[in-house]
T-cell receptor, first 113, second 115 residues
Framework: DGGITQSPKYLFRKEGQNVTLSCEQN?????MYWYRQDPGQGLRLIYY???????QKGDIAEGYSVSREKKESFPLTVTSAQKNPTAFYLC????????????FGQGTRLTVV | GENVEQHPSTLSVQEGDSAVIKCTYS??????FPWYKQELGKGPQLIID?????GEKKDQRIAVTLNKTAKHFSLHITETQPEDSAVYFC??????????????FGKGTKLSVIP
């Protein structure tokens, strides 16, 4: 089945460590996105990529990094510079341009311990 | 102000009653308005969307209306059922520079349907 897969579902990290969240899609979508979700804050855009080997900062990119080496994959690294990383992270993809449906993964809940 | 504002933040209705959630947007060039439903611990799923060339769209118990002049759009759920309980998000494309538009989401509405 076509879809977008995030892994792992739950992730625990010690303070000061970097951690990478995986996102893979087999929908042949050009565009991919990472959102952060906190209670009462809605979905905030971290990074997006409209094409392989290119990506742009979203509204809250500080402390995060991404890569887009393959069309199917858009991993997100939460670095030690992110001051408050505990959150629910959502990956999405869509046909470019973005005035079409975005398909979301099931999310990764990251907890800093 | 916010590019996409959504109200109310919480909504409780009796089973069988209707629910209405409203969103306003700021970018007059926005031309696509989706609504997403998010169940606890899951990713959002598209439930209905509307483009700027129509004023209303229905799909069984859900409908979306769009007023481009006033720059607002609404989600209507009729004959609500307990399984409609979830968080609902509206979204609209907002210009992000260099000829690019990105979907910007409202802050969500937590709908509770009371049996």
């Amino acid at each position: 089945d076509g879809g977008i897969t995030q892994s792992p579902k739950y992730l625990f990290r010690k303070e000061g460590q970097n951690v990478t969240l995986s996102c893979e899609q087999n929908l042949n979508h050009d565009a991919m996105y990472w959102y952060r979700q906190d209670p009462g804050q809605g979905l905030r855009l971290i990074y997006y990529s409209q094409i392989v080997n290119d990506f742009q900062k979203g509204d809250i990119a500080e402390g995060y990094s991404v890569s887009r080496e393959k069309k199917e994959s858009f991993p997100l690294t939460v670095t030690s510079a992110q001051k408050n990383p505990t959150a629910f992270y959502l990956c999405a993809s869509s046909i470019y341009p973005t005035n079409t449906e975005a398909f979301f993964g099931q999310g990764t809940r990251l907890t800093v311990v | 102000g916010e590019n996409v504002e959504q109200h109310p933040s919480t909504l409780s209705v009796q089973e069988g009653d209707s629910a209405v959630i409203k969103c306003t947007y700021s970018d007059s060039a926005s031309n696509y308005f989706p609504w997403y439903k998010q169940e606890l611990g899951k990713g959002p799923q598209l439930i209905i969307d509307i483009r700027s060339n129509v004023g209303e769209k229905k799909d069984q118990r859900i409908a979306v209306t769009l007023n481009k002049t006033a720059k607002h759009f609404s989600l209507h759920i009729t004959e609500t059922q307990p399984e409609d309980s979830a968080v609902y998000f509206c979204a609209a494309p907002v210009y992000s520079g260099a000829g690019s538009y990105q979907l910007t989401f409202g802050k969500g509405t937590k709908l509770s349907v009371i049996p």
